[in-house]
């Protein structure tokens, strides 16, 4: 699966986890991504899309 959202290019961020004695680690913040079946320059097309793409309806759905 694609690690970034087709639409707004969204990816994963690095970030640290911190403890409370505060040892630091590395992490990873990951996108909620789906892959849907949606219309894509008149066609349908399988992408990988973040939810809030979906969400805020920049996502036609193949019927």
Do not use: D, E
């Not at 892959?35 to 899309?49: C, F, M, P, Y």
């Amino acid at each position: 699966m694609s690690t970034m959202c087709s639409i707004c290019g969204k990816k994963a961020m690095v970030g640290c986890n911190v403890s409370h004695a505060h040892n630091v680690t590395k992490r990873r913040f990951n996108p909620n991504l789906q892959r849907v079946r949606a219309v894509q320059n008149g066609s349908v097309k399988k992408i990988t899309v973040c939810t809030q793409c979906i969400k805020s309806g920049l996502v036609v759905k193949a019927p």
